[in-house]
């Protein structure tokens, strides 16, 4: 019962928020309660587009009485020839940062190295976990384990990180 209840504020959540991008010109994406706004910036007039942007869902969150929380909102600058204006909402300026994204490591010129790395040390941490706790190393055994607790670290978000 607490489970359906809990799906039932999940679906008038979504409601609620539908929208918050109403009017803007920019890609909006919402996912659970994230919301992530983004476009290629070329140049002046750009930049002045996104940071109307930037406003109006602070504007609609008043209306609403729904605050955002202006310290978690980020900024992520990508590509070689990105100008790396700055962002404010309500004269608060947006902190630049390059973060993990649904799990995945987003770098600077979108490369996956960093990502690679992490993962390959992750499914490593694993393996040497299994090889100091398990002490019957029958082939089944120990594929099952691979298969349960490292495969899984391999494979999240690969499509994300080399689309093949």
Not at 2 to 30: H, P, T, W
Not at 32 to 49: E, L, P, R, Y
Not at 122 to 131: D, E, H, V, Y
Request: aromatic fraction near 10%; include cysteine.
């Amino acid at each position: 019962m607490e489970f359906i209840r809990v799906q039932y504020k999940a679906v008038l959540f979504l409601i609620f928020i539908n929208d918050l991008d109403k009017g803007l010109k920019r890609c909006v994406l919402k996912f659970a309660d994230d919301t992530k706004m983004f476009h290629g910036i070329s140049g002046v007039q750009d930049w002045d587009t996104l940071q109307r942007d930037l406003i109006s869902p602070h504007k609609w969150s008043e209306d609403w009485q729904m605050q955002f929380n202006v310290d978690k909102c980020k900024v992520t600058h990508t590509g070689k020839r990105n100008l790396e204006f700055k962002y404010s909402i309500t004269k608060t300026e947006l902190e630049t940062v390059h973060k993990k994204d649904l799990g995945v490591l987003i770098s600077e010129y979108l490369k996956s190295l960093a990502h690679c790395t992490h993962v390959y040390m992750k499914a490593n941490c694993m393996l040497g976990l299994i090889n100091r706790t398990i002490d019957n190393k029958q082939p089944p055994i120990i594929l099952r384990l691979y298969k349960c607790l490292v495969r899984p670290h391999l494979e999240y978000c690969s499509p994300a990180w080399s689309p093949k």
